[in-house]
């Protein structure tokens, strides 16, 4: 009775090890709060791997969020969107890494809802450390969405579990068309 006790006690605790290394919680330290993230590290692995790497080797220390698109910066846009997008300290870029394949969100089944983080992109297969959060749900950045003339979409890897407050008041700061005039400082990133 007892090695079975022992057993599942074991077990159980497996069970939590692994259910909380598949989401591994970030904080992101900016000049206008803190924005905790949940990163999933099981349904985008490519993803998450290269953000956390970014962030582990402090990479985004003294980086920045430059970006707003919001409803009234979009003026030659069909399909609108609202994010705030951040990324590395641009002055370290000479130890920045390759570009990524891209994770579609059919592959992971993570969606652009409220929240998500995910990385920014130009062209499929060409993500490096650039990331943004959205604003609402996005489904048009989803695999098959129109807002990107390829309509591969963009990898989603994880969501915000505290501080959309900052998010949405970075996304309100003031904006020259659609970079802000006073860049918001990413004090660090951290695995927490």
């Keep these: 009775m007892r090695s079975l006790l022992v057993?599942?006690?074991?077990?159980?605790?497996?069970?939590?090890?692994?259910?909380?290394?598949s989401h591994v919680p970030v904080t992101i330290y900016?000049?206008?709060?803190?924005?905790?993230?949940?990163?999933?590290?099981?349904?985008?692995?490519?993803?998450?791997a290269n953000f956390l790497r970014y962030a582990r080797e402090s990479f985004?220390?003294?980086?920045?969020?430059?970006?707003?698109?919001?409803?009234?910066?979009?003026?030659?846009?069909?399909?609108?969107i609202e994010v705030i997008q951040g990324g590395a300290n641009l002055d370290q870029e000479r130890g920045f890494y390759?570009?990524?394949?891209?994770e579609r969100t059919t592959e992971t089944g993570l969606m652009h809802f409220d929240g998500t983080i995910s990385m920014a992109r130009?062209?499929?297969n060409s993500a490096t450390h650039s990331f943004f959060f959205t604003i609402g749900d996005q489904h048009s950045l989803d695999f098959g969405g129109k807002r990107i003339a390829d309509g591969?979409?963009?990898?989603?890897?994880?969501?915000?579990?505290?501080g959309m407050d900052v998010v949405r008041a970075i996304q309100s700061g003031d904006v020259d068309a659609q970079i802000l005039v006073e860049p918001v400082t990413i004090d660090s990133v951290r695995v927490r």
């Design 7 to 21: 057993a599942i006690l074991f077990l159980s605790l497996v069970a939590v090890g692994c259910t909380r290394d």
């Design 98 to 102: 390759d570009p990524i394949d891209l």
């Design 30 to 48: 900016t000049s206008e709060g803190t924005i905790d993230v949940d990163i999933d590290t099981v349904a985008a692995p490519r993803t998450s």
């Design 152 to 162: 591969q979409g963009f990898a989603a890897f994880g969501r915000v579990s505290e």
């Design 60 to 80: 985004y220390d003294g980086g920045s969020f430059f970006r707003v698109v919001r409803m009234d910066n979009q003026p030659t846009d069909s399909i609108f």
């Design 122 to 124: 130009g062209g499929p």
